[in-house]
């Protein structure tokens, strides 16, 4: 693992504690005097301050990649496969019609009116890499981050939350239209993106198999999922033989929900140290000592994870700002007309009255406190809640699930829609419910 050379355990020593003691102290004396000579500062009202670290969190939430370029270029050598050896690279290339196919979205506001009006004639030449290198330039091209030499020249490209987190409205074409952050993207396949790269050395290094292995696995993803926990365990496959990865969920009404993650790995910043350092591969510090538990993460525990400590930290100071953007995130209402509004009033009793809003509760449809629960509770396999740190599943807060029906319902997208999950809690909890019954529910589930 390439990246262990630069982790650094923290040492305390004696000598260091004395001088911080003795920083400390005179520390307090100046700013004792500094009391008797002037007011001190008065700190910003909480509405502002919170709006200045929204738009803050924004920004990181879009563009920053905490220094991962160091990665996905330097190492995976993934901007080489975009530009093809025509433009430099290596490889045919990827054309913005390749793009779009995988998944990636292009932000209509990045593009310059004359971009836009040729996209809207059909004069944009996408078959091009060349057209690509340009959107990625553009900064167009959403949860893709450039990075330019001196001379304008693309150096390399780093991953954003908005790759994964992320889609556009459509508004100029399918795939092309403004931003629409916090929704997942069920079209991206990043198997496929991260399949391209040239070299794939620091992966296989990391899991200890060959590159046909993780090709095989990386195909076996599929649009809209990604596997987090890949890289601790190793697992790629669960005891069926499909995929082990999991759906992308949405980062929008988080705000009062306890556990994040299907399986309630921890708090919304928790899971963004943890994404940011251990996923994407940017430079920062990151603590979780469960992770050194070499019978359930094996990997993690061989690279390492546990405690990493980057030289420069580009993701702690990030974090404040990230986690208010997201918990100030609303989840989106759903479109007028999208569901039966007498059905889904029938559906709330349903809802109520069937147990589901024990642990649903309304507002936050998730419980508040600790909102997990074993996987005999909801009637299905251990495999992934085993594969995290307290063997549960986190209660999904139900707002805006109709973002996100492509790819299906639970973590794995077991259920191909709402009504294959009512049925399932009908035969789980016993509840007979009647065929008007169910369809209720279901109006009801696309209203929230
Ligand atoms: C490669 C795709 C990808 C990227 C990039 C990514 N995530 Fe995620 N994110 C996921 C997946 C998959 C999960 C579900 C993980 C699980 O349950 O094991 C997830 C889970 C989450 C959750 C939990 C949501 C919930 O309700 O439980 C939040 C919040 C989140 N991500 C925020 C972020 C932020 C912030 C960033 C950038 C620092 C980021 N993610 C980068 C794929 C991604
Ligand atoms: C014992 C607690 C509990 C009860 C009762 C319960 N759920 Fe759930 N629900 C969960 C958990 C935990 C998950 C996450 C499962 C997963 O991702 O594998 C979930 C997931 C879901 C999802 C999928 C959300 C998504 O984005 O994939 C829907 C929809 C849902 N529940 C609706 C209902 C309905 C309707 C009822 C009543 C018939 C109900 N739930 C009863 C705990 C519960």
Known sequence: MPRSSRFRKAVRTGGLMSVCALAGGALSVVSAQSQTSRAPAKPPAAESHAEALVSQGRQIFRFDDFGDNAFWSGALQLDKAIAGEKNGGVGPGVSPKTALSVGLKVDANALPKSVLSALKAGKVDLNSPATTLALV??????????????????????????????????SVAPGIGQRLDGRPNR??????????????????????????????????????????ELFLDGKAFR??????????????????????????????????????????????????????????????ARAGFDDVRSEHDLIT????????????????????????????????????????????????????????????????????????????????????????????????????????????????????????EKRDLVEFLKSL
């Open 137 to 170: 330039k553009l900064n167009a091209v959403v949860g893709v981050k450039p990075h330019f030499k001196k001379s304008g020249a693309l150096s390399s490209i780093g991953l954003t939350c908005a790759a994964c987190h992320s889609t556009v409205n459509d």
């Open 239 to 300: 005891p069926d033989g499909k995929t082990a990865a999991t759906l992308l969920p949405p980062a929008f009404g988080l705000a009062g929900v306890d556990g994040h993650t299907y399986t309630g790995w921890g708090s919304v910043t928790y899971w963004n140290a943890f994404v940011a350092n251990l996923e994407m591969h940017g430079q920062g510090t990151f603590w979780d000592p469960r992770l050194k538990d070499a019978a359930k993460f094996p990997v993690a």
């Open 317 to 436: 100071a990030r974090l404040p700002a990230l986690q208010l953007y997201q918990l100030a995130i609303p989840a989106p209402a759903p479109p007028a007309g999208s569901f039966n509004a007498a059905a889904a009033g029938r559906g709330k009793v349903v809802f109520q009255e069937s147990g589901c809003a024990r642990c649903h509760v309304p507002p936050l449809y998730t419980e508040p406190g600790w909102n997990r629960h074993r996987p005999e509770e909801i009637g299905i396999d251990s495999f992934q809640a085993d594969r995290s740190p307290d063997g549960v599943y986190r209660t999904t807060p139900l707002k805006g699930l109709w973002t996100h029906t492509k790819g299906g319902f639970y973590h794995d997208g077991r259920f191909a829609t709402l009504l294959d999950v009512v049925n399932h809690y009908d035969a789980h909890f016993g509840l007979s419910l009647t065929e008007a």
């Open 187 to 228: 079209d991206l396949n990043v198997g496929a993106i991260v399949s391209l790269a040239p070299n794939l050395k620091p992966v296989t290094d990391l899991l200890g198999v060959d590159a046909a292995t993780v090709k095989k696995v990386l195909a076996a993803w599929g649009p809209g999922k990604f596997d987090a």
